[in-house]
């Protein structure tokens, strides 16, 4: 078998723009031929690793969308580097600008909005095999309200195959070629209206979306916690 260690560990599949909003100016409609919301698709990989520079020369995408490096304007991707690969180069450049590390265009279909599977390979041998969704629990706002799908955490290798590895991009349209930078979190605590002082012991409790533990601490007042129990000692 083709030895496929070194991909497997520092290639990521990072983003997917799987179901774009329509064409938003002139140039972006002529760029796609019309209303043509597909033509502006792209995937991204992107080199995880800090030190090993990746070659792409006999990878591919076999599966859902088809494109092969060999010969494609990127066949080497250094640490931390991102690469594309992109529907409609023409389209692609009107709404996102030039410069940026496109590969080449995939063929023969779009991707599917409805989420499809994907396969990259190296000769054969597979790298990554996942199908993403646009039904929960995988986020639904990248099918067709802004967002793209983008993999959570990329630097510790999730698994793609689990909807808890993708959220939707923080910026309209997504960051093709740039990444988004840590995952945005936000907190759920719901404090007490009121609570008697000579009452009761209270469980307090507070979750934060990236799924990482909360610690609870008493700022002032009469009150010790022990873990989350909140105890008045007045």
């Given at each position: 078998?083709?030895?496929?260690?070194?991909?497997?560990?520092?290639?990521?599949?990072?983003?997917?723009?799987?179901?774009?909003?329509?064409p938003?100016?002139?140039e972006?409609?002529?760029?796609a031929g019309?209303?043509l919301?597909?033509?502006?698709?792209?995937?991204?990989?992107h080199?995880?690793?800090?030190?090993v520079?990746?070659?792409?020369?006999?990878?591919?995408?076999?599966?859902?969308?088809?494109?092969?490096?060999?010969?494609?304007?990127?066949?080497?991707?250094?640490?931390?580097g991102?690469?594309?690969?992109v529907?409609?180069?023409?389209a692609?450049?009107?709404?996102?600008?030039?410069?940026?590390?496109?590969?080449?265009?995939?063929?023969?279909?779009?991707?599917?909005?409805?989420?499809?599977?994907?396969?990259?390979?190296?000769?054969?041998?597979?790298?990554?095999?996942?199908a993403?969704?646009?039904?929960?629990?995988?986020?639904?706002?990248?099918?067709?309200?802004?967002?793209?799908?983008?993999?959570?955490?990329?630097?510790?290798?999730?698994?793609?195959?689990?909807?808890?590895?993708?959220?939707a991009?923080?910026?309209t349209g997504?960051?093709?070629?740039t990444?988004?930078g840590?995952?945005?979190?936000?907190?759920?605590?719901?404090p007490?209206?009121?609570?008697p002082?000579d009452?009761?012991?209270?469980?307090?409790?507070?979750?934060?979306?990236?799924g990482?533990?909360?610690?609870?601490?008493?700022v002032s007042?009469?009150a010790?916690?022990?873990?989350?129990?909140?105890?008045?000692?007045?």
């Open positions: 078998a083709v030895d496929v260690a070194v991909w497997q560990q520092n290639l990521v599949v990072s983003e997917i723009n799987y179901h774009p909003l329509p938003a100016t002139p972006e409609s002529a760029a019309g209303d919301k597909n033509e502006f698709e792209f995937i991204e990989l080199n995880i690793s800090p030190s520079t990746l070659d792409l020369s006999e990878l591919a995408l076999t599966t859902g969308v088809i494109f092969s490096f060999s010969g494609s304007a990127v066949t080497e991707l250094l640490p931390g991102y690469v594309l690969v529907k409609n180069p023409a692609f450049e009107a709404r996102y600008g030039t410069g940026l590390p496109v590969a080449g265009t995939y063929a023969p279909n779009s991707l599917d909005n409805a989420g499809e599977q994907i396969v990259l390979a190296r000769l054969g041998t597979v790298i990554r095999d996942f993403y969704s646009d039904d929960p629990p995988w986020p639904t706002t990248p099918d067709g309200t802004g967002p793209s799908l983008v993999l959570r955490e990329p630097l510790t290798n999730p698994d793609h195959n689990l909807a808890a590895s993708w959220r991009s923080s910026v997504g960051t093709p070629g990444g988004e840590p995952t945005p979190q936000s907190i759920e605590f719901t007490p209206v009121s609570w002082l009452g009761p012991p209270l469980e307090l409790a507070a979750t934060a979306t990236s990482l533990p909360v610690a609870i601490e008493v007042g009469p010790s916690l022990a873990g989350t129990t909140l105890a008045f000692t007045a």
